[in-house]
């Protein structure tokens, strides 16, 4: 995931102190102007150095892919985080230049006048960090949010698992893959987004369990979520709807219906109806009338998980890319 080798972002007092410290400890193996000479050649690459290297540790977002583009626009803002970013970069341009210009008035000889300018350029740099003190923080929480997004890989084959809570949603991504998720019987017992995995025939698929996503209608979704959904048109290759006939779930089958429909028409994706929880309703159309198997079980009714997520991947119907042959 492109997001989770950010660097720690630090403070523009730790900068400061670190920069300084450098700083003082150059001089002490120097004399007079030639001391302070050094004190501010340190200071003003350990900042700017440092400042350049936040900028550069995040990647380029026109080149991101859409999928992750919408989810960190829809968390941290892109927008208001290249301005931070642009911020950061200016006053490493700008510590930079200070460096330079505060060494270019250094008088010969006169160490007291030259502890004076040093000092004054100290100061302009403490300035100049102060100023982008709010883009450091701001940074470092998009930096914090950004690490735990999910890892979908967008040119895998992805099925997006849909449905309100309550119908077995995690559940069957557990048991078709190998993600170990929470699941009980109550609604939005997830909070993120989930991802499970399996391999059929050297090809990796992705199952992607989206609650507090898609799993209420588009007019209950909160802005960040709308956006979260969006971005899951980029990667959703087929999409199995969780319906819960019995309305054990809590919610009526007129509503799940209606979320349906709303899904349906959000991603441009391929889909297939699952009736869940097939041992207690069947009353609906459906691909397929599914039964999780638990271990209080002694029969189940209907298909299992296994049979459902092969019917998915035959539909999607995935050819594996082998290395170009003369």
């Given at each position: 995931?492109i997001?989770e080798?950010?660097?720690?972002t630090?403070?523009?007092?730790?900068l400061?102190?670190t920069a300084?410290s450098?700083?003082?400890r150059?001089?002490?193996?120097?004399?007079?102007?030639?001391?302070q000479?050094?004190?501010?050649q340190?200071?003003s690459?350990?900042?700017?150095d440092?400042?350049?290297?936040?900028v550069?540790?995040?990647?380029?977002?026109?080149?991101?892919?859409?999928?992750?583009?919408e989810l960190?626009?829809?968390?941290?803002?892109?927008?208001?985080?290249?301005?931070h970013?642009?911020?950061?970069?200016?006053?490493g341009?700008?510590?930079?230049e200070?460096?330079?210009?505060?060494?270019?008035?250094?008088p010969?000889?006169?160490a007291?006048?030259a502890?004076?300018?040093?000092?004054?350029?100290?100061?302009?740099?403490g300035?100049?960090?102060?100023?982008?003190?709010?883009?450091?923080?701001?940074i470092?929480e998009?930096?914090?949010?950004?690490?735990?997004?999910?890892?979908?890989?967008?040119?895998?084959?992805?099925?997006?698992?849909?449905?309100y809570?309550n119908v077995?949603k995690?559940?069957?991504v557990?048991?078709?893959?190998?993600?170990?998720n929470?699941?009980?019987?109550?609604?939005f017992?997830?909070?993120?987004?989930?991802v499970?995995h399996?391999?059929?025939d050297?090809?990796?698929?992705?199952v992607?369990?989206?609650?507090?996503?898609l799993?209420?209608?588009?007019?209950e979704?909160?802005?960040?979520e709308?956006?979260a959904?969006?971005a899951?048109s980029?990667?959703?290759?087929?999409?199995?709807y969780?319906?819960?006939?019995?309305?054990?779930?809590?919610?009526?089958l007129?509503?799940?219906?209606s979320?349906?429909?709303?899904i349906?028409?959000?991603?441009?994706?391929?889909?297939l109806?699952?009736?869940?929880?097939?041992?207690?309703?069947?009353?609906?159309?459906?691909?397929?009338?599914?039964?999780?198997p638990?271990?209080t079980?002694?029969?189940?009714?209907?298909?299992?998980?296994?049979?459902?997520i092969?019917a998915?991947?035959?539909?999607l119907?995935?050819?594996i890319?082998?290395?170009?042959?003369?």
């Amino acid at each position: 995931m492109i997001f989770e080798d950010l660097q720690t972002t630090p403070t523009a007092p730790e900068l400061l102190d670190t920069a300084f410290s450098r700083a003082a400890r150059a001089g002490r193996s120097k004399h007079g102007v030639e001391a302070q000479q050094s004190m501010l050649q340190t200071a003003s690459n350990v900042l700017s150095d440092n400042l350049e290297y936040v900028v550069r540790d995040w990647p380029d977002f026109e080149t991101v892919d859409p999928f992750y583009y919408e989810l960190a626009d829809a968390l941290v803002g892109v927008d208001d985080l290249r301005q931070h970013l642009s911020e950061v970069s200016w006053a490493g341009h700008k510590t930079h230049e200070l460096g330079r210009e505060y060494i270019g008035r250094l008088p010969k000889g006169d160490a007291d006048a030259a502890r004076k300018i040093r000092k004054q350029g100290f100061a302009r740099m403490g300035s100049v960090l102060n100023e982008v003190a709010e883009d450091l923080e701001a940074i470092s929480e998009a930096r914090d949010t950004l690490k735990t997004l999910p890892d979908i890989d967008p040119d895998a084959p992805t099925i997006v698992v849909a449905g309100y809570p309550n119908v077995g949603k995690t559940a069957f991504v557990n048991a078709v893959t190998r993600a170990h998720n929470e699941t009980a019987a109550y609604p939005f017992t997830t909070t993120g987004i989930n991802v499970g995995h399996l391999e059929r025939d050297h090809i990796t698929y992705q199952v992607v369990d989206t609650p507090g996503l898609l799993d209420r209608p588009t007019e209950e979704r909160n802005e960040i979520e709308s956006q979260a959904t969006s971005a899951l048109s980029h990667v959703a290759d087929l999409v199995l709807y969780f319906f819960d006939p019995s309305e054990t779930c809590g919610y009526q089958l007129t509503a799940q219906e209606s979320l349906r429909a709303d899904i349906e028409a959000t991603l441009d994706a391929p889909m297939l109806i699952v009736c869940s929880k097939a041992d207690v309703s069947q009353e609906i159309e459906a691909d397929f009338y599914m039964t999780i198997p638990s271990e209080t079980e002694t029969e189940v009714v209907g298909d299992t998980p296994d049979v459902v997520i092969e019917a998915a991947i035959e539909t999607l119907d995935v050819e594996i890319e082998l290395p170009f042959e003369e």
